[in-house]
């Protein structure tokens, strides 16, 4: 897939989420979603959680331990990401909410570096297969590509759910172990 097509196709599906997270239902979708993360979480038992802070829609992970959702018996961390060189980490993480930005602009923690052992990874398109079309500056791509050993969890809307024919893998594209949205696990 060329990246123009990427690029087309990253929008359209922004633009969709966008529709859906203003609609009626989202705060019935929102809750769904909540449970479907819990229940996985429940089944992973991480020893250290990465999640993220949203933007542009995301769903809010964070929401979770903040309403007691989930048990949070495990430590989080956020990711921080650089834009040179470009590279992401993640750091340590009490679960309130940041203050500190990160050299994109997004909201992270200055806590030490870390490396959890199950990440929620926020999809602006998937595959039915585990494959996640993100914002395109290959942060997370790179990341989990030097931690092949941590359990990469997909956090979606439904309506973010791409064809296998719409979306051809790249080299540097890796499934995902599972993508949840608010109609369950989808993929995995």
Not at 26 to 54: F, I, K, M, N, R
Not at 66 to 91: C, G, I, W
Not at 92 to 120: K, M, N
Request: net charge negative; proline share 6%; charged share 20%.
């Amino acid at each position: 897939m060329t990246l123009p097509a990427r690029q087309t196709l990253r929008q359209r599906l922004l633009e969709s989420r966008e529709r859906f997270v203003s609609s009626l239902g989202s705060g019935e979708a929102q809750d769904a979603l909540a449970a479907h993360v819990s229940g996985v979480l429940a089944t992973l038992e991480p020893e250290c959680l990465g999640a993220y802070w949203p933007i542009r829609s995301e769903f809010n992970a964070g929401a979770l331990w903040r309403a007691d959702k989930v048990n949070t018996s495990f430590s989080l961390a956020l990711p921080f990401t650089r834009r040179e060189p470009r590279q992401m980490h993640y750091r340590q993480w009490d679960g309130r909410e940041p203050t500190l930005r990160d050299e994109c602009g997004i909201a992270s923690t200055a806590g030490r570096e870390i490396v959890p052992d199950v990440v929620l990874v926020p999809c602006v398109g998937f595959t039915a297969s585990g494959y996640r079309l993100g914002y395109g500056g290959g942060y997370f791509d790179r990341w989990l590509a030097a931690h092949p050993h941590v359990t990469a969890v997909g956090v979606a809307w439904s309506v973010g759910e791409i064809s296998e024919s719409e979306f051809a893998p790249e080299p540097h594209d890796l499934p995902l172990a599972a993508v949840v949205t608010e109609r369950g696990v989808v993929a995995s």
